[in-house]
Nanobody, 124 residues
Framework: QVQLVERGGGLVQVGDSLRLSCGVS????????MGWFRQAPGKEREFVAR????????SYADSVKGRFTISRENANNAVYLQMNSLKPADTAVYFC?????????????????WGQGTQVTVSS
């Protein structure tokens, strides 16, 4: 059974930093591209960042570029999202995602597995 478990969400102030982690089990982690998506209340789930199976390639949504960093540790079956300079607009439930092939930013169907999500709230 495949499981993706996110941790690290919480309530922070504007300008603060937060690090999300996602532990993965039930699949060969190094064979999967990984990513993060988020969903704010009343909005559709949107792409945040992705990383290739090797970690050699990353991509970000324009809204987080320069502030967020995605990374992975294949030895530990984990993917991370370092979030700096947080803004109220970053408030959302953040979801970890795994794809056997390629995570397409605009296509949720490209994701094979989802985590349950972790809430991030940025207060002004």
């Amino acid at each position: 059974q495949v499981q993706l478990v996110e941790r690290g969400g919480g309530l922070v102030q504007v300008g603060d930093s937060l690090r999300l982690s996602c532990g993965v089990s039930g699949l060969i982690f190094s064979n999967y591209a990984m990513g993060w998506f988020r969903q704010a209340p009343g909005k559709e789930r949107e792409f945040v960042a992705r990383i290739s199976w090797s970690g050699g390639s990353t991509s970000y949504a324009d809204s987080v570029k320069g502030r967020f960093t995605i990374s992975r540790e294949n030895a530990n079956n984990a993917v991370y999202l370092q979030m700096n300079s947080l803004k109220p607009a970053d408030t959302a439930v953040y979801f970890c995602a795994a794809a056997r092939n390629y995570i397409r930013a605009g296509d949720l169907r490209s994701v094979d597995y989802w985590g349950q999500g972790t809430q991030v709230t940025v207060s002004s």
